[in-house]
Nanobody
Framework: QVQLVESGGTMVQPGGSLRLSCAAS????????IAWFRQVPGKEREGVSC???????SYLDPLKGRFTISRDNAANTVYLQMNNLKSVDIGHYYC??????????????????WGQGTRVSVSP
C-alpha cells in the first residue's frame, strides 16, 4: 500500500553532484509534507531538507545553497539535488512523509512513512 522508494545513491567524487529520487505509491504526495534525512552508522538520523504541502521548504543550515528539494507532482516523486558534495555528506539517505501542514520541520519523529534508504558515498 503506502510506500516510498529512494533511488539514485552512488559513489561520487568530492565536488560532484547527485540527484536522489523518492517515488511514492499508495498516496498522493501533493497532500503531504516530504523530507529527506541522512544517517551515518553510530549517529542519529539527521534532517536534510523538507517540503510542506503548502510550498514551504526548510534545509539543514550547512546544506543551504548546496542541496535543493523539489517535487514532480505528476510523477508523485520528490527529488534531492545535491551539489558540491563533501565527505561529510556520506550516509544513507531516506525520504519520509507525513500528512500535509503549513510549513515543515526536520524532526524525524513527525514523519509517519519512510523509505528504505539509498547510500551516498563521497570518495576520490
Amino acid at each position: 500500500q503506502v510506500q516510498l522508494v529512494e533511488s539514485g545513491g552512488t559513489m561520487v567524487q568530492p565536488g560532484g553532484s547527485l540527484r536522489l529520487s523518492c517515488a511514492a505509491s499508495g498516496f498522493d504526495l501533493t497532500y503531504y509534507n516530504i523530507a529527506w534525512f541522512r544517517q551515518v552508522p553510530g549517529k542519529e538520523r539527521e534532517g536534510v531538507s523538507c517540503s510542506s504541502s503548502d510550498g514551504s521548504e526548510s534545509y539543514l543550515d550547512p546544506l543551504k545553497g548546496r542541496f535543493t528539494i523539489s517535487r514532480d507532482n505528476a510523477a508523485n516523486t520528490v527529488y534531492l539535488q545535491m551539489n558540491n558534495l563533501k565527505s561529510v555528506d556520506i550516509g544513507h539517505y531516506y525520504c519520509a512523509a507525513v500528512a500535509g501542514s503549513s510549513g515543515c520541520r526536520l524532526d524525524r519523529y513527525e514523519y509517519d512513512y519512510w523509505g528504505q534508504g539509498t547510500r551516498v558515498s563521497v570518495s576520490p
